[in-house]
Nanobody, 122 residues
């Protein structure tokens, strides 16, 4: 089972940028679909973005054009570059992995990181 550790969260003003990282253990990282979800207080965990093993990317409409997901298979790491941040982006961001195709449903992912807090002030 792959293990995931996120980093890079923090406090930023609206319009600013942050880059999250998710380091994965295991030799089969390159075969995994990787995703980012987020959960704001009192809300359900929601899909943000994902990248397939082949590099195909998927984005929620709310972040399209502002967020970019990428992966470095040599470093077993997936990144989330977040630009033009808005207060509504405030949430705990979770990295997730599954050994199959990308889906946008949290329940389909077996491996999760511990989460990293992103707070965007207005």
């Amino acid at each position: 089972q792959v293990q995931l550790v996120e980093s890079g969260g923090g406090l930023v003003q609206a319009g600013g940028s942050l880059r999250l990282s998710c380091a994965a253990s295991g030799r089969t990282f390159r075969t995994y679909a990787m995703a980012w979800f987020r959960q704001a207080p009192g809300k359900e965990r929601e899909f943000v973005t994902a990248i397939s093993w082949s590099g195909t990317t998927y984005y929620a409409d709310s972040v399209k054009g502002r967020f970019t997901i990428s992966r470095d298979n040599a470093k077993n790491t997936v990144y989330l570059q977040m630009n033009s941040l808005k207060p509504e982006d405030t949430a705990v961001y979770y990295c997730a992995a599954r050994s199959a195709t990308v889906v946008q449903v949290a329940g389909a992912y077996a491996a999760w990181g511990q989460g990293t807090q992103v707070t965007v002030s207005s």
